[in-house]
């Protein structure tokens, strides 16, 4: 067992929900939790927001003890912010690790060195790294990264071996560049050269749909464990699917419609408790039913109808209309 990082051992091989902005919140990560995720990671958070004391930035940290273990992922270009940030949220919610974004491909961000710039900048990646390494020992620091800038300086076997002599603990690899953003395949031959590169755990993260394609990357790299981002907004389910599979060899088939739309109210449920104003929760969710509709009979339509949501009663009233009759019926 890894004393600091006990979800790895040699035989357990954890599920990480990907952080995603906008997506992996509170009642997300709760919900992919409640679904076998091992192990989650809050929404990227601004080291600047965090040194300045922003209060919308407070809001990104919330998480409850049922999270855990649970890291804060923060993002800069500025070693001794990003090392005083950190000290901050150790102080304000004491997660169980902190996890160093150096993946982000957004213009904003990259604009201020922060995210996948530093794959660019190995020397500052290394003294953020170091720094906030030092500012919160002994908790654990972890990293994101991307597998280079573009294809012509495809570096992550390095810069995760830099990461590994600063005292980052475990490196999770999006098997694209920054200049990929999300197009294009996931090269996992770069996350399987990672893993050759270091001895701390790799997490693997690109394109993993189903429990046989996990399978298949742990058997190509060796990988320590994986992360799931977009399958999971329209399955959160996979987490159990993926573990049913390896326990199995088989497909643990998806839940039903009517299993599947009391998820869906459920969400929109909980984000007016957490809103307190039903009309800016549930438009505030209309992205995310989009991407539950992924796979539902009249998809189509459906995304028509969710554009539009406002209520609860709305929801209610398109998931009768959508459900099957004999589940409906029910
Ligand atoms: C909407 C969205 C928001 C994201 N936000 C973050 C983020 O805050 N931090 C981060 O490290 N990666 C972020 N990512 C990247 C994901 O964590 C993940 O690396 C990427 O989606 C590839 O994994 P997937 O193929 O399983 O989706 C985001 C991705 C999406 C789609």
New binding site residues.
């Given amino acids: 067992m890894n004393s600091k990082l006990p979800w790895f051992s040699p035989s357990s091989f954890p599920l990480y929900l990907?952080?995603?902005?906008?997506?992996s919140d509170k009642i997300f990560r709760q919900l992919c939790k409640e679904r076998g995720a091992d192990v989650l990671v809050t929404?990227?958070v601004s080291s600047e927001g965090v040194f300045r004391r922003n209060e919308r930035t407070r809001e990104y940290l919330d998480f409850d003890e049922c999270e855990r273990p649970i890291g804060v992922?923060l993002f800069g270009g500025n070693a001794e912010h990003m090392a005083e940030a950190a000290k901050h949220v150790v102080d304000w919610v004491r997660p169980d690790f902190i996890d160093l974004?150096f993946?982000?491909p957004v213009n904003k961000v990259v604009a201020k060195n922060g995210g996948s710039a530093l794959l660019k900048d190995c020397p500052t990646l290394a003294a953020v790294a170091q720094a906030v390494v030092r500012a919160v020992a002994p908790l654990p620091v972890t990293a994101?990264i991307r597998i280079g800038w573009d294809t012509d300086s495809i570096n992550a076997p390095r810069v995760a071996r830099i990461l590994e002599d600063t005292g980052i603990l475990a490196v999770a690899v999006?098997g694209r560049t920054r200049d990929q953003g999300?197009s294009g395949a996931?090269d996992w031959g770069v996350i399987g050269e990672v893993v050759e590169a270091v001895s701390i755990p790799v997490v693997g993260?690109?394109?993993?749909t189903s429990g046989p394609v996990v399978a298949k990357r742990r058997a190509e790299t060796g990988i320590s464990g994986a992360?799931?981002?977009?399958?999971a907004m329209s399955s959160p389910w996979i987490f159990s699917q993926v573990k049913h599979y390896f326990l199995t060899g088989e497909h643990l088939v998806s839940p039903g419609l009517a299993e599947k739309w009391a998820l869906i109210q459920r969400h929109c449920q909980l984000a007016v408790q957490e809103w307190g104003c039903e009309d800016q929760a549930i438009r505030s969710m209309r992205a995310r039913l989009m991407a539950y509709s992924k796979g539902f009979p009249n998809s189509k339509m459906l995304r028509e109808k969710f554009q539009h949501v406002a209520t609860l009663a709305q929801i209610d009233e398109i998931a009768w209309q959508h459900m099957a009759p004999q589940e409906a019926a029910i």
């Fill in positions: 990907a952080p995603m902005a906008g997506v929404e990227f992922q974004n993946g982000c994101k999006h999300y996931a993260n690109g394109d993993l992360m799931i981002g977009r399958a």
